[in-house]
């Protein structure tokens, strides 16, 4: 239907052009029904009310003073070349856009095999997360997320590598490849930590002349633990921000003041990593986030704050909190992030051995 204003117009002009005094050239004007047809149509449509409008350009010159006139000869020269360049315009836009949709697909199916979904559920708890990648068309970057089961519980780990968008990639690749073969080996957090620490401060060799980085690399991690059958969670913090505890509508910031410097970062003390137990009860919800939420600012250079806007919802199920963060978290910084930003929510649902707290 909307071809049908540059139709309208070519008629409105001809009909105008052809019914003014032969010192009135309306015929220029022709020019806009072409140029308007590619903000919704493609190039067929538009080569065709191209080639329409040159056709009204001739009846023009026929009917009001001559086809052979110097003048209606230059205007339709001129309309036909602005069309086919128009055309011309329109062909390379659509190429562009299938290069990005081709681009689109592959990062979305690389991020669904670096980042794959967590499950609704892994045994007592409920999950939900968000990912916004800083990148302009790109979903993927170099913040990471991942679960797995143990013999009598769940561990988790979220993480922030240095940078961000498609360099980041492989970082987080290597960091997510290390927690998920050795997650399950270790039965304290902090060895989990140390084990992690050491693999990545191998292997992030690799990446140190890789573009125009400066060399340095680390990876912020937080590591959990959440057993089963108690209501305790165990952490280990390699330089990530505190998770938030959300209970009975309050929250509050588990501060680590003994935090492990992040990953790949060369520590001095052989027992820098080490790991906190806190109450996590039924009907409890952890927030876990990277520093792109924190940091994100509004137009007059505001951080998001956090643990304000999350005592809004601290009462909603796992889904529809991550879901009210990432609609308040882009609006806050006008629909653009400065850089990736990760979001969990974690809630333990009430068992029969831990019934929900009064």
Same mark, same amino acid.
């Given at each position: ?18 019914? #003014? ?24 449509? *538009? ?23 110097? !003048? ?5 020269? $001129? ?9 011309? +315009? ?5 190429? %562009? !856009? ?8 592959? #990062?979305? $199916? ?18 939900? *997360? *968000?990912?916004? $990648? ?12 991942? $679960?797995?089961? *143990? ?27 290390? +927690? ?53 969670? #165990?952490?280990? !913090? ?35 990593? %080490?790991?906190?137990?806190?109450? +996590? ?21 505001? +951080? ?55």
């Amino acid at each position: 239907m909307l071809v049908l204003i540059p139709v309208a117009l070519i008629v409105l002009i001809t009909v105008v052009d052809i019914h #003014s005094s032969k010192d009135i050239h309306l015929g220029p004007l022709l020019v806009i029904a072409p140029a308007l047809t590619p903000s919704f149509a493609g190039s067929r449509a *538009t080569a065709a009310i191209g080639a329409l409008a040159v056709a009204a350009q001739v009846l023009i010159a026929v009917l009001h003073g001559g086809l052979t006139t110097s !003048n209606h000869l230059a205007q339709i020269a $001129a309309l036909t070349v602005l069309s086919a360049l128009i055309v011309v +315009f329109t062909l390379v836009r659509e190429h %562009r !856009n299938r290069q990005l949709v081709r681009a689109q697909s592959v #990062s979305e $199916a690389a991020q669904r095999a670096l980042l794959r979904p967590l499950p609704d559920r892994i045994g007592p708890l409920e999950l939900a *997360t *968000t990912y916004l $990648a800083a990148e302009d068309e790109t979903h993927i970057g170099g913040d990471l997320y991942t $679960a797995t089961r *143990t013999d009598d519980g769940t561990r988790v780990l979220i993480g922030d590598v240095r940078g961000k968008g498609l360099a980041a990639v492989g970082e987080a690749a290597l960091l997510l490849s290390a +927690f998920r073969l050795v997650a399950a080996r270790h039965r304290d957090l902090a060895d989990l930590a140390r084990t992690l620490h050491r693999h990545v401060e191998r292997y992030l060799v690799d990446f140190a002349d890789s573009g125009d980085e400066t060399g340095e690399h680390f990876i912020t991690a937080l590591l959990l633990d959440i057993p089963d059958d108690e209501p305790v969670v #165990s952490l280990t !913090n390699c330089g990530h921000p505190p998770p938030l505890l959300l209970r009975q509508g309050r929250v509050r910031v588990l501060e680590d003041t003994e935090a492990a410097p992040p990953l790949g970062v060369p520590v001095a003390a052989p027992d820098a990593h %080490r790991s906190r137990t806190t109450p +996590f009860r039924s009907d409890d919800t952890l927030l876990l986030y990277t520093d792109g939420v924190t940091e994100a600012r509004d137009r007059d250079g505001v +951080f998001y704050p956090l643990a304000e806007r999350t005592a809004r919802w601290a009462t909603c199920a796992p889904e529809a909190l991550v879901a009210h963060l990432r609609r308040d978290l882009l609006s806050h910084c006008g629909g653009r992030l400065g850089d990736d930003a990760a979001i969990i929510a974690i809630r333990r649902t009430p068992t029969a051995g831990h019934p929900a707290e009064s």
